[in-house]
């Protein structure tokens, strides 16, 4: 009897160990199972609740500068890449063809090459019949129209860059106005009160500073982009002039 007491104390606190084990496997499969619909939500599910808790009207003009900024972004990248060109193949064809064929040689050369590099070649080898001057001349008035068409739309980009931001501070002063303006109809602090004008002032100011900070980036590559591409034409120019200094002796 002494030892059938120890015994079926074992035998019970397994059993009750078992059973708390099992409660405990219970408990976490239903925890796991309402895991995936807090997955399921994801970034975007997520970023979107928190575009309509921001509200339409802010927010949708953030939007909207994102958009028009990324395809004005889109369409200046796409525009750089097609106008860059491989100068040092370039110079050496239209030299060679100056050497073999002459001034109309090298100008075919041009007309069948892309870019803004090219073109100015052209326009230095049209009036290369003319004198040298001539042909620098039109080369350095090409050169700034070129470098306009490069810097075409920047402008439109560093715009919704400066004003994203604003209209995101813009929409967590008016939040915070309406927070206030509920403190002072109700005569006392609350937080659950304000809480909601709050989060919709803080949300604006979050995505007007995300819109700015993508922009920028396409904005700083797109400058860099224009940047190589006018030293590249500028040091074209230097050469070209060389070249036709040198045919014409």
């Known amino acids: 009897m002494k030892k059938l007491f120890p015994s079926l104390a074992i035998v019970g606190a397994f059993v009750a160990g078992t059973n708390m084990v099992s409660a ?20 975007t599910q997520l970023l979107k609740e928190m575009f309509i808790t ?47 064929g002459g001034v109309e040689a090298a100008k075919e050369v041009c007309r069948n ?9 052209y326009q230095g080898l049209d009036r290369a019949g003319e004198s040298v001057e001539s042909a620098e001349k039109a080369v ?11 810097e075409k739309n ?10 994203a931001p604003m209209l995101g501070f813009m929409g967590t002063v008016i939040g915070m106005i309406a927070a206030f303006q509920k403190i002072a ?24 500073l995300i819109t700015a900070i993508i922009l920028q980036i396409f904005y700083n590559y797109i400058i860099a982009k224009i940047d190589s591409i006018v030293n590249d034409m500028e040091d074209s120019s230097i050469t070209l002039i060389d070249m036709l200094v040198d045919h014409k002796k």
Do not use: H
Not at 59 to 67: R, T
């Open 54 to 100: 921001g509200g339409a009207g802010f927010m949708g003009i953030v939007l909207l500068c994102l958009i028009l900024g990324l395809a004005v972004a889109i369409e200046r990248i796409i525009y750089l890449n097609m106008a860059s060109t491989n100068s040092t193949k370039l110079k050496q064809q239209v030299e060679d063809a100056l050497a073999s």
């Open 24 to 43: 405990k496997v219970a408990t976490v499969a239903l925890v796991v199972q309402d895991a995936p619909a807090e997955a399921e939500r994801g970034f």
């Open 140 to 150: 350095v008035a090409y050169g700034g129209v070129q470098m306009g068409q490069l």
């Open 154 to 163: 920047v402008s439109w980009l560093s715009l919704f860059i400066a004003i």
């Open 113 to 121: 090459t892309k870019g803004p590099v090219a073109s100015i070649y």
């Open 185 to 208: 109809a109700v005569g006392n602090l609350s937080a659950s009160l304000i809480a909601g004008d709050i989060q919709v002032a803080l949300l604006t100011t979050v995505f007007g």
